[in-house]
């Protein structure tokens, strides 16, 4: 090949990484505006939040492209960007691989779990009493001092009214407290349960939505100081059985399923307005403590959609600081989906420990913290 043919190759490749640079760099963007953009102002951007994992990957990327061309400056075009974005980065990809994890209880420190335990088991028949038994084991095995569970279960004059029972005794918590968020039969409720070692001092539950409630629990620590812990479950994307099955259809092009998700794609509009006004409501609640507060739950969004941005505006994300890899809560159609966080405040909290452990027995792995109390707010 002539030296004049090499030049002419060289050009329209770095022609062509160009323009796909400003797409990318314009993908990037957008996911930038759907964390910041409330849902109920621009109709189907807050979608795009699913797939900034992927921007922020494609726009690395091509920096590293840059770099092994003549025109190496063009690294600024992604380079500058992800630099200004900077913080989405540890929210979303966990990099403290070579951070120590600090379990050693202390007299200012308290481990603190939340998970939702998908009813514990009802929805998988005919293992349900498997299930629940599983996650039982695992909740004695980890021994949290507070233990927040969405989507719990429970119901009257039946063996499902042990479970709380069973997991106070196994674990000796001393307060249970549970909200219903609806029912399932005639019998049977589901809702947020909370489980305590501390003496509960302050319980109050505000309504967020229809069938969606913030439980707001004051616990007095061992060294008399009070803590405030908020549990929620925010609503969800709302997909049937036959929706996942599409989602899964599409992972694999086919492209006969194209039509068909459109008949979800309202589903996905619709429950980030809901999660937007949800999650404003919420954190005008929880803006009135007097006490530090750690807000965890099924938050049904990931890192850097609005509705994380409105809570880690005031807060901060305990997987941010400690958490490793994607730390994926979902456990079904991708693993980027980590839509169950723990925030807390930083100025009397201090994160000693985070974790997020896979479990087969519920649609959700639990995320499981250490913190521990800080007397004197930091400067």
């Known amino acids: 090949m002539t030296h004049s043919k090499q030049n002419w190759l060289v050009r329209i490749i770095e022609k062509f990484l160009l323009l796909a640079n400003l797409m990318a760099l314009g993908w990037l963007l957008l996911c930038v505006a759907a964390a910041w953009i409330s849902p109920e102002n621009v109709k189907y951007l807050p979608a795009l939040s699913l797939t900034t994992p992927f921007a922020l990957l494609v726009n690395m990327a091509m920096v590293f492209l840059w770099l092994f061309t003549r025109r190496k400056y063009l690294t600024l075009i992604s380079l500058i960007p992800l630099i200004l974005c900077w913080k989405m980065i540890p929210a979303i990809f966990g990099l403290h691989f070579f951070k120590k994890n600090d379990w050693q209880p202390t007299a200012h420190s308290f481990k603190i779990m939340s998970w939702n335990v998908h009813a514990m088991g009802l929805f998988n028949p005919p293992h349900e009493k498997k299930f629940a038994r599983e996650v039982m084991n695992f909740i004695k095995k980890e021994s949290p001092d507070i233990l927040c569970l969405p989507e719990f279960a429970t119901a009257l004059d039946t063996p499902m009214s042990t479970y709380a029972d069973v997991i ?212």
């Open 168 to 379: 106070k005794k196994e674990n000796n918590y001393h307060v249970y407290q549970f909200d219903i968020d609806n029912g399932y039969g005639p019998y049977i409720w589901i809702g947020s349960a909370v489980f305590s070692r501390f003496p509960l001092v302050g319980y109050e539950v505000f309504v967020l939505n229809e069938y969606i409630s913030l439980l707001q629990c004051d616990f007095t620590l061992p060294n008399d100081q009070i803590v405030r812990v908020f549990v929620l479950h925010l609503q969800s994307f709302g997909l049937s059985d036959t929706d996942k099955a599409i989602i899964e259809s599409l992972k694999k092009n086919n492209p006969g399923k194209i039509k068909d998700s459109r008949t979800f794609a309202w589903k996905f509009n619709e429950a980030y307005r809901q999660r937007a006004r949800e999650a404003e409501k919420a954190m005008k609640v929880i803006k009135k403590s007097p006490y530090p507060v750690i807000v965890c739950g099924d938050f049904n969004d990931l890192p850097y959609s609005y509705t994380y941005t409105v809570f880690s505006r005031t807060l901060t994300d305990a997987f941010s600081k400690m958490g490793k890899g994607l730390g994926r809560t979902y456990n079904q159609i991708v693993p980027t989906l980590r839509i169950d966080h723990i925030f807390y405040t930083p100025e009397h909290l201090n994160i000693k420990a985070f974790k997020t452990v896979y479990s087969p027995y519920s649609d959700h792995s639990p995320i499981i913290a250490n913190f521990e109390y800080i007397a004197e707010a930091q400067d």
